[in-house]
């Protein structure tokens, strides 16, 4: 039987503690008792046209769904370990938002969240805007298609991941992620991609100084490069760059072809560096 809750207003702690089978509406969490964990441990429950300003609402929380819903700044942390969830038109503003949980998506989201999204896996964002620092550290398994990101230090540490069609505005993005596809963004910021490994990008405009260093199985498929000076060092690289590069600096091994690179430098090398670089004209 259905346990339906709707118009309440909600700030004791533990308020729908361990709720099964539940549909929460028009509801209010926020108040004088400053009570943490309102839908700890919920099973199999839909929330609706609600809004939070109390910390931990969805810890161990397990298929669910959330929808037009709003996390104002007092809500901390509100989604960890939890599993099996989707939030649809909804907006974060509290940090740490999402860590330590399992197959999670977004859709039609605005957040706003220092931290987000540490150590998951399996999460899908599909129209969403985002800013946050250290965007999905070291989350594994999922997807981004038509998002906004805007922030430093974006998917470090990322494996098997694909994104597609979005607008990267981030520094130090990809560090040591391992097989991760970008397809038709821009990605623009310094420092793009060190350290990763089986890195692809596709159809993608990369902005920026000293762009994918130290790589491992590196490729770019008909990819414009804008202001990426001193490319590629380091890298074991095959690249189809469509247009200019600013300057190649040391590449260890592959291919890399351009229709012009304002500079090829090779010297200094402290390693063996013996990639092909094709200039079309």
């Known amino acids: 039987m259905l346990n339906h809750i709707i118009g309440l207003n909600l700030d004791e702690e533990r308020a729908l503690y361990a709720l099964k089978d539940g549909l929460v509406e028009q509801c209010t969490f926020a108040g004088p008792a400053d009570g943490e964990s309102a839908l700890k441990e919920a099973r199999n429950v839909t929330v609706r046209n609600c809004s939070f300003s109390l910390r931990y609402p969805f810890w ?4 669910f769904s959330v929808e037009h819903c709003t996390f104002d700044e007092g809500v901390r942390a509100p989604l960890w370990y939890a599993k099996r969830g989707s939030f649809s038109h909804c907006s974060f503003s509290g940090v740490k938002c999402l860590r330590e949980c399992d197959s999670i998506s977004f859709d039609h989201c605005e957040i706003t969240s220092e931290e987000f999204g540490w150590r998951n896996r399996n999460i899908d964002l599909d129209r969403c805007d985002i800013t946050a620092q250290y965007f999905l550290f070291e989350t594994k398994g999922g997807s981004l298609k038509n998002v906004t990101m805007k922030g430093k230090y974006s998917f470090q540490y990322t ?5 597609e069609n979005c607008d990267l505005d981030t520094k130090d993005a990809f560090w040591h992620s391992k097989n991760v596809t970008v397809k038709n963004c821009t990605v623009k910021g310094e420092y793009l991609g060190w350290y990763s490994e089986g890195l692809t990008l596709i159809n993608c405009k990369i902005i920026g100084t000293q762009p994918l260093c130290y790589c491992k199985n590196l490729t770019l498929i008909d990819c414009t490069m804008e202001d990426t000076d001193l490319s590629f060092e380091y ?4 690249a189809t760059v469509l247009g200019h590069i600013d ?3 040391n590449p260890a091994s592959g291919r890399i072809v351009a229709d012009t690179v304002g500079e090829i430098i090779l ?11 094709v200039v079309k004209s």
């Not at 161990?60 to 298929?63: G, I």
């Not at 890298?235 to 095959?238: K, M, R, T």
Request: hydrophobic share 25%; aromatic share 0%; charged share 35%.
């Open 60 to 63: 161990h929380t397990e298929d």
């Open 159 to 163: 494996e098997d991941l694909t994104v």
């Open 267 to 277: 010297e200094d090398s402290v390693m063996e560096t013996n990639c092909e670089i």
């Open 235 to 238: 890298s074991h690289v095959n």
């Open 247 to 249: 300057s190649v600096k």
